[in-house]
């Protein structure tokens, strides 16, 4: 496996997981999650986070 795969799928698990962790996903959708494109799971990281501003910001 070249390096720049390795890198690619390092960072794949990485937002899989915070989304598993955040309770956005179950980790049951964790395979499904993987064979998604970087970019959409980047994507996805993104909107949840602001998702998680807005509703903080709203609560105060």
């Known amino acids: 496996m070249g390096r720049l795969v390795r890198i690619v799928t390092a960072k794949k698990q990485k937002i899989v997981n915070t989304l598993i962790a955040e309770k956005v996903y179950e980790p049951t ?23 998680m501003i807005n509703q903080e910001n709203n609560q105060t």
Do not use: G
Not at 31 to 39: A, G, H, N, T, V
């Open 29 to 51: 959708d964790r395979s499904f999650l993987l064979d998604l494109p970087l970019k959409n799971l980047e994507d996805l990281l993104l909107i949840q986070r602001e998702s």
